[in-house]
């Protein structure tokens, strides 16, 4: 899988089932070697800690961990998500 950028259209897989997301920001996670925070708008219930998959057009996933989410959700929920995206050749 390769790193997202800004306005690229992921897919994720949680225990409500798959939901659309825009990628709206990407950041380095200082904390995790190969690292990412993104902050995706998507629909759908999320909760801090929450585990989820960031799935590639190929099918494969990367897990993800909430981090966190918008004080109060609309249709298009502001989500914080952590996951390690390992370099590709």
Excluded: H, Y
Aim: aromatic share 2%; proline share 7%.
């Amino acid at each position: 899988m390769q790193r997202p950028e800004v306005d690229d259209q992921l897919t994720l897989l949680t225990d409500d089932g798959k939901t659309e997301a825009l990628c709206a920001e990407v950041e380095n996670d200082p904390a995790l070697p190969d690292g990412v925070i993104l902050k995706v708008l998507a629909r759908g219930s999320f909760e801090q800690g929450e585990q989820c998959w960031i799935v590639d057009k190929d099918g494969s996933k990367i897990g993800a961990t909430v981090k966190s989410t918008a004080p109060k959700p609309t249709i298009d929920q502001e989500v914080v998500l952590s996951a390690v995206i390992p370099e590709t050749e």
